[in-house]
């Protein structure tokens, strides 16, 4: 895992080092990394267990063409009570995901997402996840932005499904 991370970093590193920059170009034509900061409201089954989510994620987006992104992220996403009566402990994912993301605009964009999840406790599981969702990213300078989303994540596990709405604002460098 050490080495596909190393490589993956090194590439992008590659990649910028050899950008060029057009100055036409509605969207950046380069790598970029995100920093996120995630919420999540859990539902049906899951919800009545747990009041609400919180977690981070980090990712890179990787330009195709101008509009159109190949994404890779991963992260940690923590499972609370909320004030729920059944005690229940928390529960924490480490998520990976894949996927694409198309800006219709240079700052409205639709993304989809598939990937694993690693249940921290006993007893959490493994998950398929599938994440559709939309969000912005506004330019701050030419080279960063705050990116702001929502999702809706479907967790795919044996013992039952977890669906939330996730809301995300971040950094992207």
Same mark, same amino acid.
């Given at each position: 895992?050490?080495?596909?991370?190393?490589?993956l970093?090194?590439?992008?590193?590659?990649?910028?080092?050899?950008?060029?920059?057009?100055?036409?170009?509605?969207?950046?034509?380069?790598?970029?990394?995100?920093?996120?900061?995630?919420?999540?409201?859990?539902?049906?089954?899951?919800?009545?267990?747990? $009041?609400?989510?919180?977690?981070?994620? =980090? @990712?890179?987006?990787? &330009? %195709?063409?101008?509009?159109? #992104?190949?994404?890779?992220? *991963? $992260?940690?996403?923590s499972?609370?009570? =909320? @004030?729920?009566?059944? &005690? %229940?402990?928390?529960?924490? #994912?480490?998520?990976?995901? *894949? $996927?694409?993301?198309?800006?219709?605009?240079?700052?409205l964009?639709?993304?989809?997402?598939?990937?694993?999840?690693?249940?921290?406790?006993? $007893?959490?599981?493994?998950?398929?996840?599938?994440?559709?969702?939309?969000?912005?990213?506004?330019?701050?300078?030419?080279?960063?932005?705050?990116?702001?989303?929502?999702?809706?994540?479907?967790?795919?596990?044996?013992?039952?499904?977890?669906?939330?709405?996730?809301?995300?604002?971040?950094?992207?460098?």
């Open positions: 895992m050490k080495r596909i991370v190393t490589a970093l090194f590439a992008a590193a590659s990649y910028s080092t050899m950008a060029q920059t057009d100055s036409n170009a509605p969207y950046p034509v380069r790598p970029r990394l995100n920093a996120d900061l995630e919420f999540s409201i859990p539902g049906g089954e899951y919800g009545k267990q747990f $009041g609400y989510g919180f977690g981070g994620s =980090g @990712g890179l987006d990787i &330009p %195709v063409t101008k509009s159109l #992104y190949a994404t890779g992220a *991963a $992260g940690v996403m499972f609370y009570q =909320g @004030g729920k009566e059944t &005690p %229940v402990e928390t529960r924490t #994912y480490i998520p990976m995901k *894949a $996927g694409a993301k198309y800006y219709f605009s240079p700052v964009y639709a993304q989809m997402e598939l990937g694993t999840g690693l249940g921290i406790q006993q $007893g959490a599981g493994t998950v398929f996840i599938m994440t559709p969702g939309a969000g912005a990213s506004w330019r701050i300078t030419g080279r960063s932005a705050i990116n702001t989303g929502i999702r809706f994540e479907s967790w795919t596990r044996e013992g039952g499904n977890i669906s939330q709405l996730t809301f995300k604002v971040g950094y992207q460098f």
